[in-house]
Nanobody, 115 residues
Framework: QVRLVESGGGLVQPGGSLRLSCAAS????????MRWYRQAPGKQRELVAA???????NYADLVKGRFTIARGNAKNTVYLQMTSLKPEDTGVYYC?????????WGQGIQVTVFS
């Protein structure tokens, strides 16, 4: 069973930065693509960023230029570097990845941007 574990969330002031990490276990195969979603209170979960095994990325318009997704050197790891954070970036951030068309989710990690 593939397991995704997020880390790196927390509290930050507007304009600050955070780096989220996601590490997968339970498979020897490459997860592709790997994605970050977020869910704000009372809102639907939304895609934030995605990256393929070849390094192709795409971002939600709301985070373009502020967030960067990257795969780690370790197999099946992915990072989300978040800069210039805004209060509206607050939410639970989830790591998501596909293996042969089956999607797996992490448990989520809280990011709170507060004044």
């Amino acid at each position: 069973q593939v397991r995704l574990v997020e880390s790196g969330g927390g509290l930050v002031q507007p304009g600050g930065s955070l780096r989220l990490s996601c590490a997968a276990s339970g498979t020897i195969f490459s997860l592709n693509p790997m994605r970050w979603y977020r869910q704000a209170p009372g809102k639907q979960r939304e895609l934030v960023a995605a990256i393929t095994s070849g390094g192709r990325t795409n971002y939600a318009d709301l985070v373009k230029g502020r967030f960067t997704i990257a795969r780690g050197n370790a197999k099946n790891t992915v990072y989300l570097q978040m800069t210039s954070l805004k209060p509206e970036d607050t939410g639970v951030y989830y790591c998501n990845a596909d293996l042969t068309g089956i999607g797996f989710w992490g448990q989520g990690i809280q990011v709170t941007v507060f004044s």
